[in-house]
Nanobody, 116 residues
Framework: QVQLVESGGGLVQAGGSLRLSCAAS????????MGWFRQAPGKERELVAR????????FYAYSVEGRFTISRDNAKNTVYLQMNRLKPEDTAVYYC?????????WGQGTQVTVSS
């Protein structure tokens, strides 16, 4: 069974950058579409970006489009989320998963905190 481990979060000032990684253990991603999600306190988890296996098709939520970039390295079984020009409203726990999501693929997430 694939396990997904998110990393790369931290505390940054507004306007700063972070790169998140999602590494698979146990098995590979295969041909799955992969997505990054985030959940802020008191809010539901939301999709912020997704990418196809070949990397030729991506989607971004309007709130992050132009600032975030999703990518994947299938050889390393890893997906990334480059986050630039971060805003305080980006503060959340970030998760990765396949699309459609699978409950047993949710990891611990990685905390991103953006100070004003």
């Amino acid at each position: 069974q694939v396990q997904l481990v998110e990393s790369g979060g931290g505390l940054v000032q507004a306007g700063g950058s972070l790169r998140l990684s999602c590494a698979a253990s146990g098995r590979t991603f295969g041909s799955y579409i992969m997505g990054w999600f985030r959940q802020a306190p008191g809010k539901e988890r939301e999709l912020v970006a997704r990418i196809t296996w070949g990397g030729n098709s991506t989607f971004y939520a309007y709130s992050v489009e132009g600032r975030f970039t999703i990518s994947r390295d299938n050889a390393k079984n890893t997906v990334y989320l480059q986050m630039n020009r971060l805003k305080p409203e980006d503060t959340a726990v970030y998760y990765c998963n396949t699309l459609p999501t699978l409950e047993h693929y949710w990891g611990q997430g990685t905390q991103v905190t953006v100070s004003s």
